[in-house]
Nanobody
Framework: QVQLVESGGGLVQAGDSLRLSCAAS????????MGWFRQAPGKERQFVAA????????YYTDSVKGRFTISRENAKNTVYLQMNGLKPEDTAVYYC??????????????????WGQGTQVTVSS
């Protein structure tokens, strides 16, 4: 079992930056794929980014490429989402998710059995 706790959300202005953290407990994440998803009010959950913990390979949805960076820190069993150049359309609850090993369908939320509680990101214009 993996427990995930997100932090780092907040209210910022357009153009600002935030770094989200996802701390994992219960298992060492060296064999996991970690994902960030977001859900805005009235919208479906959307894939944002993913990273293979083992290889470090990263994946991004097109709308965040060049602005967001996903990374992991082995010593802290933590994955990060650095968000730069934030836009009002980035406003959402951001969720961290984990799955064992596979990166197949990395952008599909249903492929991840473990989820955090979410952290709110609000970007004002």
């Amino acid at each position: 079992q993996v427990q995930l706790v997100e932090s780092g959300g907040g209210l910022v202005q357009a153009g600002d930056s935030l770094r989200l953290s996802c701390a994992a407990s219960g298992r060492t994440l060296s064999s996991y794929t970690m994902g960030w998803f977001r859900q805005a009010p009235g919208k479906e959950r959307q894939f944002v980014a993913a990273i293979s913990w083992h290889s470090g390979t990263t994946y991004y949805t097109d709308s965040v490429k060049g602005r967001f960076t996903i990374s992991r820190e082995n010593a802290k069993n933590t994955v990060y989402l650095q968000m730069n150049g934030l836009k009002p359309e980035d406003t959402a609850v951001y969720y961290c998710a984990a799955r064992f090993v596979s990166t197949v369908n990395y952008n599909q939320g249903a492929a991840y059995p473990y989820w955090g509680q979410g952290t709110q990101v609000t970007v004002s214009s």
